[in-house]
């Protein structure tokens, strides 16, 4: 495991849930709804939703360097998605939905 203490800070300005605030987002309709599908099957994001809440249950002295791959992928992710914010309110739309699934509310404080 790499001692990369910048993916670590980034990884938590940009997962703005806790695991127990995404867990029971993941179990919703409007979760399983949002993101890209393939084969009608688990989005993407939904994956890597569940992916976050063990990263965020294990202990930073026993992530993996694939959890560390995955924590940039996330970072990622939502900054290119923060950057595509439509107008307008957010609170019920696909793209705070599918922001969720990685982790980060835009409508939390």
């Keep these: 495991m790499s001692?990369?203490?910048?993916v670590h800070t980034e990884f938590g300005e940009a997962v703005?849930?806790?695991a127990g605030e995404l867990e029971k987002w993941l179990k919703t309709d409007e979760?399983?709804?949002?993101?890209?599908?393939?084969g009608g099957g688990e989005s993407v994001g939904h994956e890597s939703g569940r992916r976050i809440v063990t990263i965020l249950r294990t202990k930073k002295a026993d992530l993996s360097e694939k959890d560390e791959k995955h924590m940039r992928k996330v970072v990622g992710y939502v900054h290119r998605h923060l950057a595509q914010r439509p107008s307008g309110d957010v609170e019920d739309t696909t793209w705070r939905y599918s922001l969720m699934n990685w982790g980060h509310d835009p409508c939390k404080n």
């Excluded at 001692?3 to 910048?6: A, N, R």
């Excluded at 979760?31 to 393939?38: E, L, T, V």
């Design 3 to 6: 001692d990369d203490k910048d």
């Design 16 to 18: 703005n849930m806790t």
């Design 31 to 38: 979760s399983r709804q949002a993101g890209q599908h393939s």
